[in-house]
Structure formats: C-alpha cells, structure tokens
C-alpha cells in the first residue's frame, strides 16, 4: 500500500522543513512548493491526498490556489495562515477548506490534523456502499457514500470531504439534534479549543451549494445546534 502523498505550501524553508520532517517521521511522503504557481502545477500533476496550504504566498495567493483546487477536486486542504481575525478563518472554510491552523502552529497538532482529515478520506473510500434519498416538497437530495456523490434535483453539487462528513453524519440520523461541539468532534475528529463556528461556516456552505434555506434539510436548533429533517423519506 502506497504511502499518503501531501503537499506542503509555504514561502518559508524554515517551516517547511520543518513540517516535512515531522510529516516523514510518521510515514508519508512529502512534497514541497515555495509559490502559489509551483503548488498549482504539482497539483495538476500529481495523485495527492492532502495539501498544507499557506494564506500568504508568492505569485499566487494561497487564497486563489485554494479556489482553483476546489474547482475540479475535492482533493482535501489544511489551510496555513497569520490572519487571526473570526472572519478572516470563516472566509478560509468559505473558500474550500476543510480546515485551518493560526500560525505559528505546533508541528504536532498540524500532523494530528493532517491524520485527521486523511482518515475522514479513507473511511469514505472504504465505506460500504449506501445511496441516501430524500425529499423535502418537490425537492429531492441523494447522496452516494462510497462514490462521494451529492446530487439536489438530479444536479450533482461540488462539496469538499468536511463538507460530504457533515452532510453524511447529518442525514444518517434525521431528526437527531447535534450541538455545534458534537459536529466539530465527529466532523473534524478532535476538539477545536471551544471555536465551533466552523460548523456554521460549513453549514452555511452546504445550503448555498445546495441552494435551499434553512427551514429546509438542514435546520437550525436555535441554542443548541442543527438537525437534519425532511417531509418525506424516500428511503
């Protein structure tokens, strides 16, 4: 079995050496780029299964090869950056990603990270085949779990690999109510220090993808978290 194959971009050779290293003591192969050019070529050139991605780069902004990735994969990215701002961390997730760490950052918990979004992506490539069909009015959502299919009134809809975890946990249980902590700790795999608007961002995300409001599929439990419901279930 091949090793995981991870892309680390960032204009400092000081991190990176020091993100490789840490990344090749626990077994996975490790390539680099300096500029936001060079990562979008190795991303067009290479099968790679995450890629560590810097907010401040050189000739192209992380920002911008975020962009470009989602829009042809789902390929997953940790998102590297120095803006501290709620906003600025809740655009990142707007954007694509399916996670981000504040720098300076441990090397440990960006490895834990790292492991955490590749399993996500393993236990959806290895999971049994299920197809999921809902209907909410004259709407209709399926979902494919083994193929990584979302599709809304027979339109596939491009999430990313949190988003697809989200949405899959979400709809396996209807009318299951999860507080925002519960969906980051099942979602992202740890506890993320008490900041839970991730989750919101992300659903956010899903209902523009899927263009349905918030009284629809996924509702909003005011004080509490998010449920998935629909009127009828096609099953």
Do not use: W
């Amino acid at each position: 079995m091949s090793k995981p194959k991870i892309l680390v971009v960032d204009d400092e050779e000081k991190i990176t050496k020091v993100v490789k290293s840490y990344l090749q003591q626990k077994g996975y192969e490790v390539l680099v780029a300096y500029d936001g050019k060079e990562a979008l070529e190795i991303t067009n050139n290479e099968e790679l299964d995450l890629v560590v991605l810097d907010l401040m780069l050189p000739k192209l902004s992380g920002e911008e090869v975020c962009k470009r990735i989602r829009s042809k994969s789902d390929l997953p990215i940790l998102m590297l950056t120095a803006k501290t701002t709620e906003d600025d961390r809740i655009n990142g997730l707007n954007i694509g990603a399916d996670d981000y760490l504040i720098k300076p950052f441990s090397p440990r918990e960006l490895v834990a990270r790292a492991r955490a979004i590749l399993r996500r992506t393993s236990d959806r490539k290895e999971s049994t085949a299920e197809i999921l069909s809902f209907k909410s009015g004259n709407d209709k959502l399926v979902i494919d779990t083994l193929k990584h299919v979302v599709k809304f009134n027979g339109e596939s809809v491009d999430v990313t690999a949190t988003e697809f975890k989200l949405l899959k946990i979400l709809v396996q249980n209807p009318g299951q109510v999860y507080s925002r902590s519960q969906l980051t700790q099942l979602v992202q795999g740890y506890n993320y220090d008490g900041y839970d608007r991730t989750i919101d961002a992300h659903v956010k995300n899903l209902r523009r993808k899927l263009d349905i409001t918030s009284d629809q599929y996924i509702k909003t439990v005011y004080g509490v978290g998010y449920k998935f419901e629909v009127l009828e279930d096609e099953g």
